[in-house]
């Protein structure tokens, strides 16, 4: 066997990544695509948009596989009226597979909380939330946390800001600046339901995506530790060359002809980001 199908990949990433271990609401694996298809080209990507399709086009991939999935909250109707609607249409039109691992990514063991982990060369790291272990016996589960040496808060911010995937918001700080940093917790994407698993463990910081103003301040002022928000784009893209690396060397394992590509599209839904000058006094 010198090539792959739609059928080898969606095997090796649920090797990789079981289904079994993604959460009940979630839905992952193969959205559009026929086993049988034959894949020379795999475009990595966060989200299914209609730019990611179409660089999948341009590039003349067989299949995209993403973390996020495309119809999560499901649909009534795929008519071309609809972005949903023309991104499955164009993806059956060209005989692109699209497939995604989420949750099952967020908790394996080296998936996307554990790049971020890596990222941040946090050392000693463990799972954040555990959920049980995977057929090697490793803990899997939901975040990391590990150590660093000490810095301030204000020093550490600014080196995660050098980490993170360049994109349109940047990242908010909350916290004594002044403050060591020394156990670091992750959580890639939306994160504020774990702040009890943080509170519940020794971080000085905590870094996630999407916090709301109640939860965040109310952490905070309870005595929580210092609060990193980045964006969800970015704190989960560090994922996606973690896994082209994976299917590569999987790839050169086998002596499989199949190229992986990264998308270079930032899908974040903002565009522009300005600092505020008035006053509302």
């Given amino acids: 066997m010198t090539k792959w199908n739609v059928g080898d990949v969606r095997s090796l990433m649920n090797q990789w990544y079981p289904p079994e271990s993604a959460h009940g609401w979630d839905k992952v694996g193969l959205i559009t695509g026929a086993p049988q298809t034959q894949v020379d080209r795999i475009l990595l990507a966060l989200d299914p948009t209609q730019a990611v399709v179409q660089e999948a086009l341009q590039w003349g991939a067989n299949m995209i596989i993403t973390h996020h999935p495309l119809l999560l909250r499901g649909a009534s109707f795929l008519n071309q009226e609809s972005a949903k609607g023309r991104i499955i249409s164009a993806l059956n039109r060209h005989e692109i597979a699209l497939f995604n691992a989420h949750t099952n990514g967020d908790v394996a063991q080296d998936g996307v909380a554990q790049a971020c982990a890596q990222a941040l060369e946090l050392s000693d790291i463990e799972v954040l939330s555990p959920e049980g272990v ?148």
Avoid at 170 to 187: F, I
Avoid at 195 to 224: C, Q
Avoid at 237 to 246: C, D, G, I, M, N
Avoid at 253 to 267: F, G, H, Y
């Fill in 134 to 281: 995977n057929a090697d016996g490793q803990a899997i589960g939901l975040g990391r946390i590990g150590s660093i040496k000490p810095i301030p808060l204000r020093e550490f911010a600014y080196a995660v800001a050098r980490v993170m995937p360049k994109g349109p918001t940047g990242l908010l700080v909350g916290g004594e600046l002044d403050s060591l940093v020394r156990r670091v917790a992750v959580s890639p994407g939306a994160g504020d339901s774990m702040f009890d698993a943080v509170r519940a463990s020794d971080a000085d910081v905590f870094i996630t995506a999407d916090l709301r103003h109640h939860p965040a301040s109310e952490f905070l002022e309870d005595g929580g530790c210092g609060l990193i928000c980045a964006s969800h784009w970015a704190t989960e893209s560090l994922w996606l060359p973690v896994l082209a690396q994976k299917l590569r060397e999987e790839a050169r394992r086998l002596a499989i002809t199949c190229e992986v590509k990264v998308s270079t599209i930032v899908t974040e839904p903002w565009s522009l980001h300005l600092d505020t000058e008035g006053s509302y006094l």
